[in-house]
């Protein structure tokens, strides 16, 4: 039977969350089903067209998680 290979599931291959035989499998795939492989460029293309963004939280949000990590570790041992 002949594997289904859903959007899904590519998606993940592209982000290099399949498994180690998924990824082969894929792969395989990928050199022989133009229609498999097309869709995975479209992906491809897509995720160029996202922007890299990065969120980093401000040093005040750091203290106060430092602290409330600190106050609930003593209560912990009290």
């Known amino acids: 039977m002949k594997q289904t290979f859903t959007p899904e599931l590519l998606l993940q291959f592209l982000y290099k ?3 180690l035989a ?3 499998e894929i792969a395989e795939e990928l050199e ?8 995975y460029q479209e992906l491809q293309e897509a995720l160029k067209e996202i922007p890299n ?5 401000s040093h005040k949000a750091i203290s106060r998680i430092l602290k409330y990590s600190e106050e609930t570790t003593l209560e912990a041992f009290q």
């Open 17 to 19: 969350e399949t498994s």
């Open 53 to 57: 963004v990065h969120f980093s939280p």
């Open 32 to 39: 022989h089903d133009l229609l498999l492989l097309e869709e």
């Open 22 to 24: 998924e990824s082969l």
